[in-house]
């Protein structure tokens, strides 16, 4: 099974680190990650939210290409609907040559209202534009000479694409969860990842739904990426003391919008989070790997037994986490767990 690294760059005002520190946070630990065996970096998006996120992967992609020499570089999740169809186009195939051919493009329609409104997209449109941009997206990649596509939502003349990507065709993941985005990756062939927020059961029956589907297209899935969010050290009480307001500030988005009604997380207990309050890390934590490496590695079996994952993305940088205790992380999980399942 291969091991990845994400990076969010939550850095909430007031917090330890600002966003400058925590990107320079990630150009410190980065290589040290590839030289201890991470398959991959992993990098999310999300905008104008007060506890900080990044708005652009693309770009601290662009700097993790330079920085790192073997490591894949996946945006996970960009959501395509926010951009514009072309310069997402030329965007990818220009950072697909920045990293000689590295580069995954994790996609979804998304889910936050402010995300469409500050753009000025209509919210209702997202699950549609979506699939016409990765329609756009596939047909300019299998005929760069010609990008030319008229659609609803597309509409570019004729025209060619000027870099074209390293990959003939960059892999795609969808990060969706519905049945109905289920069922539109399976139909176009794509492997699907799922927000970390969701509990093993829950991604259970993600995936088995997914598969159904799959099945039905005739398409035999052969990836599985799950994300969880993880801090190992070789003291517990440590890993929890920085894992355990670290994860509970990552999920401050997710408990947000549960409240709101726009998406649904639930503790360990299946309660719905119904109140946009902090939430305590014991209330969550059978979904994180956060403690020694004895229970880390026992975490990973379980969700190998549940889930049969082939990557596991390992969301380490949390706000208030200092670059010594995360490269600590980085190290001991890569030499006391990661050998357990070579």
């Known amino acids: 099974m291969k091991f990845s690294v994400m990076f969010s760059f939550v850095a909430p005002e007031g917090g330890l680190l600002s966003h400058r520190e925590s990107f320079a946070q990630m150009a410190e630990v980065l290589p040290l990650a590839e030289s201890l065996g991470y398959h991959g970096v992993h990098i999310t998006e999300h905008h104008f939210q007060e506890d900080g996120w990044l708005p652009n992967p693309l770009l601290a992609l662009a700097m993790a290409a330079g920085i790192t020499k073997r490591m894949r570089l996946v945006t996970n999740i960009l959501v395509s609907t926010l951009y514009h169809p072309v310069q997402l186009l030329e965007d990818l195939a220009t950072l697909d040559n920045l990293s000689n051919g590295r580069l995954g493009l994790g996609t979804a329609p998304g889910?936050?209202?402010?995300?469409?409104?500050?753009?000025?997209?209509?919210?209702?449109?997202?699950?549609?534009?979506?699939?016409?941009?990765?329609?756009?997206?596939?047909?300019?990649?299998?005929?760069?000479?010609?990008?030319?596509?008229?659609?609803?939502?597309?509409?570019?003349?004729?025209?060619?694409?000027?870099?074209?990507?390293?990959?003939?065709?960059?892999?795609?993941?969808?990060?969706?969860?519905?049945?109905?985005?289920?069922?539109?990756?399976?139909?176009?062939?794509?492997?699907?990842?799922?927000?970390?927020?969701?509990?093993?059961?829950?991604?259970?029956?993600?995936?088995?739904?997914?598969?159904?589907?799959?099945?039905?297209?005739?398409?035999?899935?052969?990836?599985?990426?799950?994300?969880?969010?993880?801090?190992?050290?070789?003291?517990?009480?440590?890993?929890?003391?920085?894992?355990?307001?670290?994860?509970?500030?990552?999920?401050?988005?997710?408990?947000?919008?549960?409240?709101?009604?726009?998406?649904?997380?639930?503790?360990?207990?299946?309660?719905?989070?119904?109140?946009?309050?902090?939430?305590?890390?014991?209330?969550?934590?059978?979904?994180?790997?956060?403690?020694d490496p004895a229970s880390a590695r026992e975490g990973v079996q379980a969700l190998i037994e549940a889930l049969h994952p082939t990557e596991l993305v390992l969301r380490m940088q949390m706000p208030d986490v200092p670059t010594e205790v995360l490269a600590r992380s980085l190290r001991t999980f890569a030499e006391r767990v990661m050998p357990h399942f070579a």
Request: charged residues 25%; neutral net charge; without cysteine.
């Open 111 to 291: 889910y936050v209202r402010e995300e469409f409104a500050g753009r000025g997209l209509a919210y209702e449109e997202r699950f549609q534009r979506h699939e016409e941009i990765i329609d756009f997206l596939q047909q300019a990649w299998r005929n760069p000479a010609d990008i030319g596509f008229e659609g609803r939502f597309v509409r570019v003349p004729h025209l060619p694409l000027q870099p074209r990507p390293v990959q003939a065709e960059l892999p795609i993941w969808y990060g969706v969860s519905g049945p109905k985005m289920l069922e539109r990756a399976a139909r176009r062939g794509v492997p699907v990842t799922a927000s970390p927020r969701h509990t093993t059961a829950e991604l259970q029956e993600h995936f088995a739904r997914y598969e159904a589907a799959a099945a039905r297209f005739g398409y035999v899935p052969t990836e599985r990426p799950v994300i969880r969010e993880a801090l190992v050290l070789e003291d517990r009480s440590e890993a929890v003391r920085y894992g355990g307001p670290g994860t509970s500030q990552l999920f401050g988005l997710y408990g947000k919008k549960s409240a709101s009604g726009e998406r649904a997380l639930r503790d360990d207990a299946g309660a719905l989070v119904t109140e946009a309050a902090p939430l305590a890390f014991e209330a969550l934590a059978s979904r994180f790997l956060v403690g």
